[in-house]
């Protein structure tokens, strides 16, 4: 049963032979100290599990590159301008943002670009160093590779990424088919697997992502590989970062969890009321319960009829010049489980 912060805190002013209360007092040592334990004791469930009942559904659209007309690099020059298809000056970086990149005719290197001013004729953009390449007139490509988490409230963690693509799953089970899913990947494996070129591959659906330092303000950003060649919609699955609780009426787990994660906090809270009353039979006591129900949470999060818990036993045989059989097994846990 869902519990709130106010439900807990009186369960443990009960256990100390406190009077309920209807709200926290500021200056109350005690309702400070159950405050701080239930969210320490919170914020280790949701470490500790990464639970599949924590998960949040966000969505994130990548945006196709931009091509149209041409544009004019100076060699030595940060400043790059707009062209339409004959080489008069044009407004074509409209949609272009400070963060994307481009990559200007047949060359193969990436610039950051830095600024973009479309306030007069031809738009121009600046780029985070001097072009290296020949003075020309050509085509180029803009492309964003890197997106910001900053429309996914309380982003933490990512667990899973995949397109809204619908598709016939035929030919996915003996992995001829196409695949739904982006991996969540270190920058390392992405550099590993482009060679160190994140620009070589421009297939353009992404099949990785890792992440990276945030934006200035603060939030998770992630690169794609290889980048977009089109509008894209992705589905995300993702873990929200805690916020702690304070308000009396708040639920623990925004009612989401099973019993024993709010037993487990109620558990600790009544120990650490018990310790502030100088109870030590009535801190061990519930500090054991304490761990007891953590055992149960982590049985029940690793339990045997999860279909991806199941034990998989592989058998080998082999014959042999008589009549006994040789046979071997082996056993694998297919998925990683917290053993208490």
Avoid: C
Wanted: glycine content about 8%; cysteine-free.
């Amino acid at each position: 049963m869902a519990k709130t912060v106010g439900a807990i805190v009186n369960a443990a002013l009960k256990e100390v032979g406190d009077a309920e209360i209807v709200e926290f007092a500021a200056t109350n040592i005690l309702h400070q100290q159950m405050i701080e334990e239930m969210n320490n004791r919170v914020r280790r469930v949701r470490a500790r599990f990464r639970a599949r009942w924590a998960l949040t559904r966000g969505t994130l659209q990548l945006t196709a590159p931009i091509t149209t007309g041409q544009v004019t690099v100076t060699q030595g020059s940060a400043t790059i301008s707009s062209k339409d298809s004959s080489g008069s000056a044009a407004e074509n970086f409209g949609s272009v943002a400070a963060g994307m990149k481009i990559i200007v005719g047949s060359d193969t290197t990436a610039y950051k670009i830095t600024a973009v001013s479309t306030s007069s004729s031809p738009d121009n953009i600046t780029i985070d160093g001097n072009y290296t390449g020949a003075t020309a007139t050509t085509s180029y490509t803009i492309f964003k590779d890197t997106y910001s988490m900053s429309g996914l409230t309380d982003f933490d963690e990512i667990i899973m990424a995949n397109y809204g693509d619908g598709g016939n799953w035929i030919g996915n089970i003996s992995g001829q088919g196409p695949n739904y899913s982006i991996d969540i990947v270190a920058l390392q494996t992405i550099m590993a697997a482009t060679g160190g070129n994140l620009y070589r591959n421009t297939s353009g659906k992404p099949t990785m992502m890792a992440q990276i330092e945030g934006d200035s303000s603060g939030n998770t950003q992630f690169l794609v590989n290889p980048y977009p060649d089109d509008d894209y919609y992705l589905e995300l699955w993702y873990v929200k970062k805690f916020t702690e609780n304070s308000t009396f009426s708040s639920d623990l787990f925004d009612g989401d969890a099973p019993e024993e994660a709010y037993d487990y906090v109620e558990q600790g809270v009544l120990a650490r009321a018990s310790r502030y009353d100088e109870n030590d039979a009535g801190t061990q006591y519930w500090e054991v319960r304490a761990t007891d129900t953590l055992r149960d949470l982590t049985a029940r999060e690793n339990r045997s009829n999860q279909d991806d818990n199941q034990l998989e036993v592989q058998t080998y045989r082999q014959g042999s010049a008589g009549t006994i059989e040789g046979r071997s097994q082996v056993a694998f846990d297919n998925k990683r489980a917290w053993r208490s």
